[in-house]
């Protein structure tokens, strides 16, 4: 049974930190994403790790605040946001794709597994 469990979401204030953490369970997956969206707006990629290669792509909205990391051992990933914005309140998902290409991280399409969603509210 696959299972994506995140956790880590909250109420900050604009300039705060949080930590997002998503543990997977019973897939491997070659890309793991976190996506977010907030009300009547699309869901919106935020940030890409490979599993191999440990490479990252961070969306342009959170370029230089937001870190994505892999803990391999504890099957986990993490979102680090620092200089949170209220821009940045939404609901996140961390997405799971077993067998993927890379350059596709963006599309919603790509990823065959998902999280139930972490809430993340930022206040002025």
């Known amino acids: 049974q696959v299972q994506l469990v995140e956790s880590g979401g909250t109420s900050v204030q604009a300039g705060g930190s949080l930590r997002l953490s998503c543990e997977v369970s019973?897939?491997?997956?070659?890309?793991m994403a976190w996506f977010r969206q907030a009300p009547g707006k699309e869901r919106e990629g935020v940030a890409v790790?490979?599993?191999?290669?440990?490479?990252?792509t961070a969306a342009d909205s959170v370029k230089g605040r937001f870190t994505i990391s892999q803990d391999k051992s504890k099957n986990t990933t993490y979102l680090q946001m620092n200089s949170l914005k209220p821009e940045d309140t939404a609901m996140y998902y961390c997405?799971?794709?077993?067998?993927?290409?890379?350059?596709?991280?963006?599309?919603?399409?790509?990823?065959?597994?998902w999280g139930q969603g972490t809430q993340v509210t930022v206040s002025s």
């Open positions: 997405a799971c794709a077993s067998s993927a290409v890379y350059s596709s991280w963006l599309r919603p399409q790509t990823y065959a597994y």
């Open positions: 019973g897939v491997i997956c070659n890309l």
């Open positions: 790790i490979g599993r191999l290669s440990g490479g990252t």
